[in-house]
């Protein structure tokens, strides 16, 4: 943090303490803060409402966690997260209850961590704990294929059996799925169901990921080209076949635009936004003695264009000796 040049130590001066470049005051959050005000008390002593002055990058969005509806016999993994550390380096593990493993990783404990990119590391997995089949599902021979990964063996995983071209299964079907099943914990024959169809993409989204045909289960990751966003602030979203039909993640994704850059910083007051620079935030930038036009306050928005509407920000005038 920057220690601003003290021109007055008379009562009620002002002084205002920025962050390096990229970093924020820890414990302003939620409010996404770049700087601290500081202010000379009745008392002759420099005081803040803070208990400390550390700036850090931070983590803005929440880190991974299961889904708020959890399917059949899922169990969300242990966090030990506090529900407040967000500084760059933080570490969150995630452990899941004894026999459980997470669905797609196949294992028990798994590490998120804040990176110096201010994102959360990504798992690539639900984040739902389930239990195991006791033994891996049967193996085939050429050329029958399988889209086992010789990996995940929870409860409820499907296996699909297909034949190539002009092949069959001694009952005259192509294709078969093994299930984990949840009782016995053994694999059990199911009926195949597969969509031949690449899903309609959410707007503006790409998708990066294995042709048809799609099987019961089968997840679809889509993502916005940068520099856009979801509604939300994410850059990704994932649509389920459950057999029938396809069912997104979230239905309302969509991919927009957001400005090239941040806003711009303040001068000599502090400025206060929410870190995403999607269209539609609004900066605001705070000066305690006056802007030269008399207000305390003033915005900039990120707009369609790409652009923030006030790119020149007021010098915020000091208070007079």
Wanted: aromatic residues 10%.
């Amino acid at each position: 943090m920057t220690q601003p040049n003290i021109t007055s130590n008379e009562i009620g001066t002002q002084l205002i303490y920025n962050c390096s470049q990229g970093t924020h005051h820890v414990e302003s959050w939620p409010v996404v803060a770049e700087s601290v005000m500081v202010q000379c008390l009745d008392n002759s002593t420099w005081g803040h409402i803070f208990t400390n002055m550390d700036c850090d990058i931070l983590c803005f969005d929440e880190p991974p966690s299961p889904p708020t509806t959890l399917p059949p016999l899922a169990i969300p993994p242990h966090s030990d997260w506090d529900n407040v550390t967000r500084t760059v380096h933080t570490l969150i593990t995630l452990t899941c209850p004894n026999d459980t493993v997470l669905s797609d990783l196949n294992v028990s404990v798994a590490v998120v961590s804040c990176e110096e990119t201010g994102n959360w590391s990504a798992l690539n997995t639900s984040l739902l704990c389930r239990r195991v089949c006791w033994s891996d599902p049967p193996s085939v021979l050429p050329p029958t294929n399988t889209s086992w990964d010789e990996t995940v063996r929870v409860v409820g995983t499907e296996v699909k059996y297909w034949c190539p071209t002009d092949h069959f299964f001694p009952d005259l079907t192509s294709a078969i799925t093994m299930t984990c099943d949840d009782t016995s914990l053994n694999w059990t024959l199911t009926d195949a169901s597969m969509a031949l169809d690449t899903p309609p993409f959410p707007e503006g989204s790409v998708y990066d990921g294995t042709p048809p045909p799609y099987w019961k289960g089968d997840i679809l990751n889509y993502t916005c080209p940068q520099p856009l966003l979801s509604s939300s602030g994410t850059n990704h979203t994932s649509v389920l076949f459950n057999g029938t039909d396809w069912v997104m993640d979230d239905p309302e994704f969509q991919c927009f635009n957001v400005c090239s850059r941040s806003p711009p910083r303040s001068q000599g007051g502090w400025r206060v936004y929410n870190g995403r620079d999607r269209v539609g935030d609004i900066a605001f930038y705070h000066c305690s003695h006056g802007f030269p036009d008399g207000s305390t306050i003033v915005n900039s928005t990120c707009e369609e264009s790409g652009n923030w509407t006030l790119t020149d920000i007021p010098l915020c005038q000091s208070k007079s000796r």
